[in-house]
């Protein structure tokens, strides 16, 4: 379907500016004319975490991390018996508060960081109850990969009043298994976020933190808290002419943005990139050899004979 046009070079693939720009031109379009839509936006990186895989000591040198600090920062060791071999398996919250007066949450700061390839200060406890130091930066980990539970669609662009949830039928085109941009890095949909709901759509989003874009410091305009954002970009598949209309609604009650823009700068660039990227067939929907199959009113995806 869809991945076979992008492979074979035929899918007709827009950004969402393009769209609307055609639409405000009078065009007529349907789904015959468009495959992918390209969205990004910025997220607050609260509700979400990193989970790396940190050196600590030599092989052997203790059994169990007890506790363990990143630049002073709590993190979580994992229960994998990995210490024998001198790493610990630590997951970081971004919304990990310390005992600071800063206003950006001490967690999202570590990300920050961590994706600058800074050094990063270890600290760890042992369960026999030694404590040992060692540094890193990102770039020499094995492992180092982003979740989000809560990357919430932005319904700040349009007035969406009692339309919302059916404004953003479009969305559900999104399932699991689905491929995004996460920080310009090639990440997957693990499924719905921690406070989705119909009227206002959330993701759950994950990819390797090699090669990120550093995160961005947002203005105080996010409608969460935290001034510090990551960067979104999805294709939205059309499969049949209810997506279409559904994502024509939606931008026709989009609200412009300051300047009279309709998205940031740096949406509209990420959404081109993400297009790039589909044209020159480095970028599929899915991994997989799952078919999207689109009914309208289940808009579920299914694993075809």
């Known amino acids: 379907m869809i991945n076979s046009k992008i ?20 065009e007529d379009l349907t789904s015959l004319d468009v495959d992918l839509i390209t969205m990004a936006f910025h997220s607050s990186i609260s509700g979400s975490a990193a989970m790396l895989l940190v050196p600590v000591a030599g092989r052997g040198t203790f059994t169990r991390a007890k506790k363990i600090w990143l630049n002073g920062v709590p993190g979580h060791p994992g229960p994998a018996p990995n210490e024998r071999l001198g790493v610990v398996d630590t997951l970081i919250f971004a919304d990990e508060v310390c005992d600071d007066t800063s206003e950006i949450p001490c967690g999202a700061r570590l990300l920050v960081d961590i994706l600058n390839n800074r050094e ?54 999104i399932r699991r298994g689905n491929k995004v941009l996460l920080n310009k890095v090639p990440g997957i949909v693990i499924g719905r976020g921690s406070y989705g709901s119909s009227a206002r759509e959330a993701l759950s989003l994950s990819a390797e933190m090699f090669g990120m ?9 996010m409608s969460n808290s935290s ?5 979104v970009a999805l294709a ?70």
């Not at 001034?227 to 960067?231: K, L, N, Q, R, V």
């Open 7 to 26: 492979m074979a070079g035929e899918a007709k693939v827009y950004t969402e500016m393009e769209l609307l720009n055609r639409m405000k031109s009078g």
């Open 213 to 221: 874009t550093p995160l961005l410091i947002h203005d105080q305009s």
């Open 236 to 305: 939205i598949p059309v499969l049949d002419d209810s997506v279409l209309a559904s994502v024509s609604t939606y931008l026709s009650k989009m609200k412009p943005e300051k300047d009279t823009r309709y998205f940031t700068e740096s949406d509209e660039k990420l959404a081109e990139y993400l297009k790039e990227l589909i044209l020159k067939k480095e970028f599929h929907v899915t991994d997989s050899d799952v078919e999207v199959l689109y009914d309208s009113s289940e808009a579920t995806m299914v694993r075809t004979p």
């Open 120 to 173: 990063i200060r270890v600290k760890c406890l042992s369960a026999e109850g030694d404590m040992y130091h060692n540094s890193f930066a990102s770039e020499t980990l094995q492992f180092a990969r982003m979740f989000t539970y809560n990357t919430f669609i932005p319904t700040s662009r349009v007035n969406a009043g009692d339309d919302g949830p059916s404004m953003n039928a479009h969305l559900r085109t």
């Open 227 to 231: 001034p510090i954002a990551y960067s």
